[in-house]
């Protein structure tokens, strides 16, 4: 009996470190956002006076940094949902064509993927930066979709390529003797098995572009087109920016990645970590 | 229904070639079997005629019209697959139905097909059900189904037994051959077991390396084997076979002296002498024999005997009274025996 | 004798191309028209724009960039092994099958789910030296003032690479996990049985079959690291003085300064160790490609 309390109470000496060291940064989001200036910048654990005051400011655009707050919404949205619908569309018949219709040159393709899945997006930034300059792109939403598209394409292409290989080749096989011609196939046979794959991958485009910053910031900087990341990050530009409006801004930013991610995350551990790393 | 023609089909995997000029005709509703041994071509000839496989040299017939570039879909054949190969997030009814589904049939007339095939093996309660909840046996039935639906020209079954229990295996075996006597669709079916082979076929072709060895009835491949591949191949326990030489009337082999039916050859030439288990009787008999091991299977009794260092299986029917080490006399039944050139292991 | 014609025997048919090539060739085109235009195109035109040996010179001579190299080299050397080696000992724990572990682990995964932003704003105000959450427990415990902390250049580097560790962590603890849920159970009973302690089961059953993934995934976590623009940016900006830049964060510096060869050239000084690093993984994970579909 006494061994097992041992055991269990060296679990809790690694757990409770773990949560705190996990959701403090967290909490103090929390903290500041429902605080008043002055509380937030007593350095109390717990306002005085909690108040919902600060999301009334962001919601009512009544700050001079939240002037186009919705508007930014807006753009992180449609930016994020574009890159997860194309993402998705991309990679699909990517994987699809290499995997079961085996085109040729599909391992060269897969290759290229893979470089720009490993090269760091920093480094692709700059480039990427000027390219959508000689495009005429910057400061078009689409040279932000269009660039999160190329950093989660690959990606995605190697998760479901490995998930579609794992189907058996005599379905193909099958269902090419029952009459299927290759957009039939692909339709009602692949589609459907790849179902779960195709939520963690969608999952997976759609949070990294809503994440992302310095793509935003490097590529969109007039206020009708820029995300809610870069509208966050003008708040720094002066020293007495009101942080604990900040703080609220950024609690709503960060609600939805969350929520996806909790509502998903049978889909995205299991998605994901299959198709990182093999050893 | 269609006859099917291979002539003399040729298949190379890169350098390796598979298939030597194969040539075979298939009449109209015939039940023609290809059995032999893994790796001797029989599933790749049988995917060349799916439209699998490319054709490397020859041509395929169905019907007399030559199908060598026509794709899988416009054969008008149907598959079953050793791994039955149903689609998971299908019910068996969309399962069945799916070939006709993707040609746009009405849907009335869809589940008409569906239904009748279900009917026809039993599958009428499992219509609903999806492949993950149906047991082996089960799911080979639906893939039947699903190649019944579609009323092709050609049945192609790739081993489909092969993932069964043994038990299964013997009762699917008459489901196919009721089922082909039903519909009298053409078969082509391939298996590596001769059991299966002797049981359904109405024509067997076995096949070695790429060739075909011999092709002919089952009990003709029995009575008169062509070759010393096809005698070892046919009949469970294998034929004996051992080498021997023509002296006097018969074959000296083993130092015993061996009857033969038919006339002899040119003295103390080398002949393979080959005898069934099922053709020797024990008890009295020209040749002595020693007991090794004793085999009882309830209505046979299966013994291995040695004959001068020579180990022979034999079966007799009913109980044996004989025990391990026994020297007991056998007689070869002499119009059974077999006799093969020692070199080319051609049928003499 | 056969009933039909033949087309000539002994030859190949004739190969014309089948409508699946076709469709295999259109369902590809639109991932490598990304590719083109948005990977091939820009690397061409940045190594066309790092050409200038001039802005090699210039870089070098600039005082900051020796500093973002030390800062670069420390950050890789310091953040990635101990992020490692906590992954490591923090795999083990999770794998412990209890229930509020399990809903540990899903809290566990947040600094990775959420956004830098918040988070990384979060910490920069939690050590602001004034009003700080950090430094007012530090003076309501202890009566002293905490230090600066972003304002001591050594400080702040070692604060950018918690905020890493605390960022990436997850991540790379749940690919631990996965292989360490790899490990059969009946290794670990037959240990048991044979005595082995928690150590000796580590050594013996654990790291052999851990391994290969351990150091693949640091290898991949530094090329990773290497790109990590918004630890130092968020959290410091690259100061005090500049003087916590990284390679990633200096190359946008100098674009924000218009001196765009002078962002390139600092990229390109990173590619001789990226690229050998890029060329490992891909080789790797091509190699297991190779196995799996043989």
């Given amino acids: ?279 | 229904m269609a006859s099917v023609s291979f002539s003399n089909l040729q298949k190379s995997f890169g350098k390796t070639k598979v298939l030597h000029g194969v040539s075979l005709e298939i009449a109209d509703g015939e039940f023609m079997v290809l059995v032999g041994p893994s790796g001797c071509g029989k599933s790749t000839l049988l995917r060349m005629l799916a439209g699998l496989e490319d054709i490397s040299g020859g041509a395929i017939g169905i019907d007399g019209r030559v199908v060598n570039d026509v794709e899988s879909k416009d054969r008008d054949i149907a598959m079953v697959f050793q791994s039955y190969a149903l689609y998971p997030h299908m019910t068996v009814r969309e399962n069945m139905g799916f070939s006709l589904r993707l040609r746009n049939d009405p849907p009335k007339r869809i589940e008409d097909r569906v239904a009748h095939a279900a009917r026809i093996l039993n599958l009428e309660p499992y219509l609903g059900r999806y492949p993950r909840e149906l047991s082996g046996g089960q799911r080979q039935r639906v893939a039947m189904g699903r190649a019944i639906v579609r009323d092709p020209k050609v049945f192609l079954f790739d081993e489909p037994l092969s993932n069964l229990d043994a038990k299964l295996r013997v009762a699917m075996r008459a489901e196919i051959k009721a089922l082909h006597q039903r519909l009298k669709t053409t078969t082509v079916y391939v298996t590596h077991d001769q059991v299966e082979a002797m049981t359904m076929a109405d024509r067997i072709a076995v096949m070695n390396d790429g060739r075909v060895e011999q092709l002919g009835a089952p009990l003709e491949l029995y009575d008169r084997p062509a070759n010393l591949f096809v005698a070892q191949f046919i009949g469970s326990p294998a034929m004996n076979v051992f080498d021997g030489v023509f002296k006097n009337s018969g074959v000296e082999a083993l130092g015993e002296e061996w009857p033969i039916g038919a006339s002899g050859g040119p003295q103390n030439q080398p002949v393979k002498y080959g005898i069934r288990p099922e053709h020797i009787d024990v008890g009295e008999g020209p040749i002595e024999a020693e007991v090794i091991v004793v085999e009882p299977m309830g209505a046979e009794t299966e013994m291995v005997l040695q004959v001068g260092g020579q180990r022979l299986t034999v079966v007799t029917h009913g109980r044996a009274a004989f025990g391990p080490g026994d020297k007991i006399r056998i007689s070869p039944q002499k119009e059974n025996v077999h006799l093969f050139d020692a070199e080319s292991g051609m049928r003499i | 004798m056969s009933a039909i014609a033949l087309p000539g025997v002994g030859e190949p048919p004739k190969k014309s191309l089948t409508s699946w090539q076709v469709w295999g060739v259109v369902l590809i085109a639109p991932y490598l028209l990304v590719f083109v235009a948005f990977v091939l195109y820009p690397v061409t035109y940045g190594l066309w724009l790092a050409r200038h040996p001039q802005s090699y010179v210039t870089l070098f001579d600039d005082p900051i960039f020796f500093n973002t190299v030390v800062n670069t080299i420390v950050f890789l050397l310091v953040a990635v092994n101990l992020k490692f080696v906590m992954a490591l000992f923090l795999s083990g724990f999770f794998v412990h099958e209890r229930a509020w572990i399990r809903w540990l682990s899903v809290i566990f995964i947040i600094p990775w789910a959420v956004p830098a932003i918040p988070t990384i704003f979060s910490i920069r105000f939690m050590l602001n030296p004034e009003w700080g959450l950090v430094n007012s427990l530090i003076f309501r415990f202890f009566h002293v003032d905490g230090p600066n902390w972003l304002n001591d250049p050594s400080l702040a580097l070692g604060m950018a690479m918690l905020v890493h560790i605390w960022k990436a962590l997850p991540f790379w603890t749940l690919i631990l996990m996965a292989g360490r849920l790899a490990i059969p159970r009946e290794q670990y009973e037959a240990a048991s049985v044979d005595g082995a302690s928690a150590w000796q089961k580590f050594k013996f059953v654990t790291w052999p079959s851990i391994r290969t993934l351990y150091l693949t995934s640091t290898l991949l976590s530094l090329i990773w690291t290497l790109g990590d623009f918004n630890s130092v940016y968020l959290l410091t900006g690259g100061g005090p003085a500049d003087k916590t830049h990284v390679l990633a964060t200096l190359g946008i510096r100098y674009i924000r300064l218009d001196q765009v060869d002078q962002a390139m050239a600092t990229i390109v000084v990173a590619l001789p160790f990226v690229l050998p690093l890029v060329y490992f993984m891909m080789k790797r994970l091509s190699g297991d490609e190779q196995k799996t579909s043989a």
């Fill in chain 1, 1 to 279: 009996m006494n061994r097992k309390l041992l055991r269990e109470a060296r679990l809790w000496l690694v757990g409770i470190p773990i949560a705190l060291w996990t959701l403090i940064p967290i909490y103090h989001i929390f903290l500041f956002s429902i605080s008043s200036k002055d509380s937030a910048f007593s350095g109390a654990l717990w306002p005085e006076h909690p108040t919902l005051r600060n999301f009334g400011t962001v919601f009512r655009q009544e700050h001079f940094y939240l002037h186009h707050f919705w508007n930014q919404m807006w753009n992180s949205l449609w930016i994020a949902v574009m890159v997860g619908v194309l993402t998705l569309a991309i990679a699909t018949c990517a994987a699809f064509a290499i995997s079961r219709l085996k085109v040729p040159g599909g391992r060269t393709v897969m290759n290229a993927a893979l470089f720009t899945y490993f090269i760091p997006a920093a480094f692709l930034a700059v480039p990427m930066y000027k390219a959508m300059g000689s495009y005429g792109l910057l400061n078009s939403r689409w040279s932000l979709v269009l660039a999160m598209v190329t950093l989660a394409a690959p990606y995605a292409i190697w998760v479901l390529k490995q998930a579609s290989d794992k189907l058996p080749w005599e379905l193909d096989e099958a269902a090419r003797i029952d009459g299927a011609s290759a957009p039939q196939l692909f339709r009602l046979v692949y589609l459907p098995l790849m179902t779960p794959s195709l939520v963690a991958i969608g999952t997976y485009a759609l949070l990294l572009a809503w994440n992302e910053y310095l793509y935003a910031f490097l590529l969109l900087s007039h206020e009708e087109t820029i995300p809610l990341a870069v509208g966050l990050g003008h708040f720094l530009a002066s020293d007495d920016s009101p942080w604990e409006i900040l703080m609220a801004t950024a609690l709503i930013y960060g609600l939805p990645p969350a929520a996806i991610y909790y509502a998903f995350r049978r889909y995205m551990v299991g998605g994901l970590t299959s198709g990182a790393v093999k050893s």
